[in-house]
């Protein structure tokens, strides 16, 4: 019995050892549990106050770059100000400044904000008093502003910018800034306020000159713009070419003749058309108002024939009346079929209208229509070493061919051509002010120019390629103007301001040099210079409502296909060139150089054989419209 007492007394004290045991476990447990949910609401604190810190610190730097006075000052003053601003907003929090560590990348603020969670309950089973919970946020604040003068967003390059040969790239008071590493070599010198990229690397006696700095996570600071996105959406949307209505043409066996002499009209008998409607004095014949529908009509050489009033003369057969003036400030003459002149044909004074069905060739020296709407369905032609000069009013023609050595003049009004337009050597075309709408040819050409073309100001539209050839000339007014194809451009001339949507390539190759100031240009394709040509290419200063034009964007392009600047082409460039997926190369002789700030954004760029890029006038542009800070991390 003793022994049953003492084995249950034994029994007892176990239990009590067990309590006592369980009971520490379960009270560490518990207090390990109060300790995380102090430090996950500690977790919770710091990130939301370093997310808060990084937009304020981006933010700042945004604001403060955009009044920088240059590159190298305005970037340590802009980091400054985005360092401070994200320091207070901790404090602000209530959080010690020393909790926060801010850190400006080449396009971002970083905020790492520790602080340190006491040990209390759970005191007893550790020596530490106390442990850190880390929280970080990082704000990019690319989308508004270029990080410098030179931008390579490639992640994937051996190079995002590889200089070989004795080149240069110059942007003194400017940063270049890549994704991928930077490789200079041979001869080939950079300069910059600073060289923001992954790593660098000289090879030979070349030389980068500049303060460096490792790392980049640059992103496309045009992706969102606006402007942009809308013209990039336009790109081959053309304007459909409407002819004028016809007339209504009425089968006729009445034929008029024009007699040349006043004994000849004297002997006419009174019966016939001429004499019944019309009176001769001198050489001039006045015809009464009215609508006369005629099968063939015949005018002799040196006569003028003259309807008064609102008339209206409709031919149905043949127009002969070379060396003849056809006149009537209010009279429409329709004929259905066209004419070919001899050398000299006819004129036409200021009309009301004069419609043709068919198509019109002209020879000789000295041809001219007034003033007045002209439609000429089939076509106008002027032969070689010949001239017409067509007044003011609205202009439809079937295609437009101006031969060798001739000279077209058309005044103002608004051109439709169901066709194209096409100068031959040494001839010229000049087109007044007004609205364009162009076709194209057999093999897809709207406009071809092997002398010389001027068209006026206003919006154009052309349904093909645009191209001149070597030692010619076009001048292009300001406007808004769509090209549903290539613009080649072989010679110089003038590009007026506005807005250029080219769904193709765009190539200035040869000799001359062609000016475009206050331009943009958006192309589905590639921008290339070349031979020894120049160009000089200067973005608008602002939006426009007018023409359309860009604010600060000189070039743009979305595709793939890699851009040239090469041969000796000497090319004079002021606004930003956007090409975020193309290689840019510059090569043999070839130079860009910034008439005004210029900026590149590209995928990689490459420099070699002798190719210069320098860009000394500026420090970093401010890209056009509203940017945003974003959190991205």
């Not at 759970?122 to 989308?143: E, H, K, Q």
């Not at 409709?314 to 003459?333: C, H, K, P, V």
């Not at 954004?601 to 401010?622: E, F, K, M, Q």
Request: negative net charge.
């Amino acid at each position: 019995m003793n022994w049953f007492r003492r084995l249950f007394a034994a029994e007892g004290g176990s239990i009590l050892v067990l309590a006592a045991l369980t009971l520490t476990a379960v009270m560490g447990m518990s207090s390990l549990a109060v300790e995380m949910g102090t430090g996950y609401a500690a977790k919770m604190r710091n990130q939301r106050v370093a997310d808060m810190a990084a937009l304020g610190g981006a933010l700042a730097y945004q604001a403060s770059t955009s009044s920088s006075q240059s590159s190298q000052q305005g970037t340590q003053q802009a980091q400054q100000k985005a360092i401070q601003t994200a320091t207070d907003i901790v404090t602000a929090s209530g959080l010690p400044a020393t909790a926060a560590t801010v850190t400006v990348g080449g396009s971002s603020v970083q905020v790492q904000v520790t602080t340190a969670v006491p040990v209390k309950l759970a005191a007893m089973l550790t020596n530490s008093v106390s442990y850190n919970v880390t929280n970080s946020a990082v704000a990019s604040f690319t989308s508004n502003i270029t990080p410098g003068c030179v931008l390579a967003l490639s992640k994937t390059a051996s190079a995002g910018v590889d200089m070989q040969g004795n080149t240069s790239l110059n942007t003194t008071g400017c940063a270049v800034t890549s994704n991928s590493p930077i490789s200079v070599g041979g001869s080939s010198e950079l300069t910059a306020s600073t060289i923001t990229a992954p790593s660098t690397s000289t090879q030979g006696n070349s030389h980068i000159n500049g303060t460096t700095t490792i790392g980049s996570n640059a992103t496309d600071p045009l992706a969102d713009n606006g402007a942009l996105i809308a013209a990039f959406s336009q790109l081959g949307v053309t304007t459909a070419v409407v002819m004028p209505t016809a007339p209504t043409f009425t089968a006729t066996t009445t034929n008029w003749s024009f007699p040349g002499t006043a004994s000849a009209y004297s002997a006419l008998p009174n019966t016939d058309p001429v004499k019944a409607n019309c009176t001769l004095s001198v050489q001039t014949y006045t015809c009464n108002q009215g609508t006369y529908n005629i099968n063939n009509l015949a005018v002799a050489s040196g006569m003028t024939v003259t309807f008064t009033g609102v008339s209206t003369v409709n031919i149905y057969g043949s127009f002969s009346a070379d060396g003849a003036t056809l006149g009537g400030t209010q009279t429409s003459y329709n004929l259905r079929n066209g004419f070919s002149s001899g050398w000299g044909g006819p004129k036409f004074g200021n009309v009301a209208s004069l419609y043709v069905g068919g198509a019109v060739s002209y020879s000789g020296n000295g041809n001219s229509i007034g003033d007045g709407n002209v439609t000429i369905v089939g076509g106008l032609s002027i032969g070689g070493g010949s001239s017409l000069a067509i007044g003011v009013g609205t202009h439809a023609f079937g295609g437009v061919s101006v031969g060798g050595g001739s000279a077209l003049t058309v005044g103002s009004g608004n051109l439709t051509v169901n066709g194209s337009i096409s100068v031959q050597g040494s001839a010229s075309a000049t087109f007044g002010d007004g609205n364009y709408v162009i076709g194209h040819d057999s093999n897809g050409n709207a406009i071809s120019i092997q002398g010389t073309l001027v068209m006026g100001a206003g919006d154009f539209s052309a349904d093909g390629d645009i191209s001149t050839q070597g030692g010619t000339s076009i001048t292009i007014g300001a406007g808004r103007h769509t090209i549903d194809g290539n613009v080649s451009i072989q010679s110089g001339g003038n590009l007026g301001a506005g807005l250029y949507l080219i769904n193709g390539d765009f190539d200035k190759n040869a000799h001359n040099t062609v000016t475009a100031t206050g331009v943009t240009m958006v192309a589905a394709g590639s921008f290339s210079t070349g031979g020894s040509s120049g160009l000089v290419l200067t973005a608008p200063a602002s939006d426009s409502t007018t023409n359309g034009g860009i604010g600060g964007i000189a070039f743009a392009s979305k595709t793939s296909k890699a851009s040239t600047i090469g041969g000796s082409s000497s090319n004079t460039l002021g606004g930003i060139f956007y090409l975020p997926n193309s290689d840019l190369s510059v090569s043999g002789a070839g130079t860009m150089a910034g008439a005004t700030c210029m900026a590149l954004v590209v995928d990689t760029l490459t420099i070699y054989g002798s190719g210069a890029v320098s860009n000394t006038n500026c420090s970093a542009p401010s890209l056009p419209g509203n940017g945003t800070v974003s959190l991205i991390q």
